[in-house]
């Protein structure tokens, strides 16, 4: 199955993801460890890829992610550039210019 992904940035949330983490004085294999009492088992180096946005991060790990950092899910995304903008595929369709 292909990823529409078009960047070299595997996820959104990453820097946020980081920045709560910090807030609160936790590691990342506290982090994972919280993530398992939830059987979401998420090792501390994929919490490092997240962070640095080098691995996707599914539903589950997001809905967790927001849990034990005690923070709503939008609120990782609030930092997220007003440039970015996800475009539906008639929107991507509409674009494409015919010769």
Known sequence: MSR????HEKNMIGDKVKQIRKQKRMS??????RLETLAIYV?????????DKSRTVTDIELYGLSQVLDTPIDSFFEDVPS???LTSPS???SSVTLK
Do not use: Y
Not at 4 to 7: L, Q
Not at 28 to 33: E, G, P, V, W, Y
Not at 44 to 50: C, K
């Open 4 to 7: 529409i992904i078009d960047s």
């Open 28 to 33: 990342q294999q506290a982090l994972s460890d």
């Open 43 to 51: 090792c501390r180096g994929s919490i490092s890829r997240i962070e």
């Open 83 to 85: 440039d970015f903008r």
């Open 91 to 93: 929107e991507r369709k």
